[in-house]
């Protein structure tokens, strides 16, 4: 699977989904919602800061009784978040959510996030190529390909 990232940024929408450290987990679960995204990054002047997840709410905010609509992404963000690039494939992003548990990869390109990866779109990839490749392999049987 040589395959880089670069192919299933080609397939998501490129807008990014990001907050500032400063946005209160209502604003940012209200802005998740709206767009139908399992996290936000967040961004502080231009620089990633960490990323919030459905996870992090559950058990930073809900687990710990805090007011959603007084803490801020500062105090409960993830930081320290593992990035990837472009050039990253497929199999060494599967070994980073396999070996940090994580479901989400920002994708850097000099210093600037350009994307965010997760697990689901590698397996949605996974998906589609297996598909393609056991539709060859029928056609094949068929006598469809010319030896």
Known sequence: MKTSLSALLERRD?????VSPTTTVTDAVQLMNTHKVSS???MDAG????????RDVLRRVVGANLDPA???MADVMSKGV????RQTTIEEALEIFTGKVCRHLPVVDDGKVIGL????DI?????SMHRA???QLKEYINGGFST
């Open 133 to 135: 490749e056991a539709d």
């Open 123 to 127: 397996s949605r990839w996974l998906s």
């Open 14 to 18: 490129s807008e990014i989904r990001s």
């Open 40 to 42: 936000v990054l967040i």
């Open 82 to 85: 593992t990035t990837v690039t």
């Open 70 to 72: 007084k803490v801020t």
């Open 117 to 120: 990866i997760s697990v689901g």
């Open 47 to 54: 620089r990633l800061a960490g990323i919030f997840t459905e």
